[in-house]
């Protein structure tokens, strides 16, 4: 038998896991807001969905059922997830879009950041908190620094 890798080929080295109380619903939001493609699914006992690998890009997630044998449980659905999902896209106001059309609420509108990103948080029907994101400026460093800077200081002033 030849060396298996540790890590395989076509993995995401580092995959989130959302745990949800209704994983179809949760499968089904990612599908239609991020465009993900679900790789694989596995029934529960029940023969419902319980696990789910999808990619969003050259990324992957698992979506979980909540199992009575593990600690895990779905977030309480009031935006006070203390794990958020940075996720880039291509258009971050359709992705919000998307996100409220499949019940997503926006947690915080789509606003211009000083480090040249545009981004949006959301919180999905399940609880997960998303922070979406589209590059729309390429900045340096010392422009990041500068308007920080900036930032702070007006905040000083309040």
């Known amino acids: 038998m030849g ?8 993995s995401s080295v580092v995959i989130p896991r959302l745990v949800c109380r209704d994983p179809v619903a949760e499968i089904d939001f990612c599908t239609r807001t991020f465009n993900a493609v679900e790789i694989n699914r596995r029934p529960g006992t029940d023969g419902k969905a319980a696990h789910a690998l999808m990619t969003i890009g050259p990324a992957m997630i698992m979506i979980e059922a909540e199992w009575p044998t593990l600690a895990s449980r779905a977030p309480i659905p009031d935006g006070s997830s203390p794990v958020v999902i940075f996720v880039y896209v291509e258009d971050v106001d359709q ?3 998307r996100a409220i059309a499949g ?3 926006v947690l915080m509108p789509a606003q211009n950041q000083f480090w040249g990103d545009r981004i949006a948080w959301i919180m999905d029907p399940s609880g997960h908190v998303w ?3 589209t590059r729309i400026e390429e900045t340096s460093e010392d422009q990041r620094k500068d308007r920080w800077s900036g930032i702070l200081k007006d905040q000083a002033r309040t």
């Not at 060396?3 to 076509?10: A, E, M, S, T």
């Open 103 to 105: 019940g997503g609420q």
């Open 95 to 97: 992705t919000v879009e």
């Open 3 to 10: 060396k298996v890798k540790g890590i395989p080929d076509n």
């Open 131 to 133: 922070t979406v994101a």
